[in-house]
């Protein structure tokens, strides 16, 4: 089984749909469920035995690095950025820090519960990089928390994702969570680009691969979400840090 090193979180967002709350503060320190929201993410990196998350950020950048001076599992690396870079642009100018292996990459805007098995551990577990060159945790759009698009992907039964067309309903959407192979980022724009610029090419060569969540998916956009998310998850923490 491939064991996984490095992990990317992408917490550069500007989080605008989150406002008032992200007028004080960056949207992934927004305290959900008892704690920030990377906190979640960098928490279950951690529980994977990954060693290093390479954290991206951009807006308050300074308010990230203070809140992650003292983590150590998994150990951080922070990659600032000047102009934001959206997922594409900011995975590539984390390379250096991520190595020459596939690694994994997570929205630090989003929350799950894992099923049975960590999220993670199935993704390690299915990754087969004979056949490709990412694999994508998806979610049924119907049972997604907080999402109300058309979905993203259809998958075939062995995992191989087409995308939605236009004026259909696809059943999954994209859960924020992916292996990636750092070679799909060799022959990217220079600057800002989005990740479907990868994913459209591995479409192409049929490498694209997804695996469908087990368990619960939330997608916190408003403010408002934050208590429907709570007292689904059935905790009512203060929305307050220290």
Excluded: C
Excluded at 183 to 201: C, K, M, Q, Y
């Amino acid at each position: 089984m491939t064991t996984l090193t490095h992990a990317m979180v992408l917490a550069a967002g500007l989080g605008l749909r989150m406002r008032p709350l992200t007028l004080e503060r960056p949207k992934p320190l927004i305290s959900v469920a008892g704690q920030p929201l990377l906190d979640h993410a960098l928490d279950r990196v951690a529980a994977a035995d990954i060693g290093t998350a390479v954290v991206n950020t951009h807006y308050k950048g300074e308010m990230i690095a203070a809140h992650l001076k003292d983590r150590t599992a998994p150990r951080i690396v922070l990659s600032p950025e000047a102009d934001l870079l959206e997922t594409g642009g900011s995975i590539e100018q984390a390379l250096p820090e991520l190595g020459n292996a596939p690694f994994l990459s997570v929205n630090a805007d989003i929350l799950w519960l894992d099923g049975p098995t960590s999220a993670i551990e199935r993704l390690v577990r299915a990754w087969n990089p004979k056949e490709m060159d990412a694999l994508l945790l998806l979610h049924p759009a119907v049972s997604a928390f907080g999402y109300d698009g058309k979905g993203d992907f259809h998958m075939d039964p062995i995992g191989r994702l087409t995308r939605r067309r236009s004026g259909e309903i696809a059943p999954f959407v994209f859960a924020g969570v992916q292996i990636l192979k750092p070679e799909l980022f060799v022959d990217t724009p220079s600057g800002a680009f989005s990740t479907n610029l990868i994913w459209d090419r591995l479409l192409e060569s049929k490498r694209l691969y997804g695996m469908r969540h087990d368990g619960l998916w939330f997608h916190v956009g408003t403010p408002d979400s934050i208590a429907e998310v709570e007292e689904r998850l059935e905790v009512s923490p203060p929305h307050s840090e220290s």
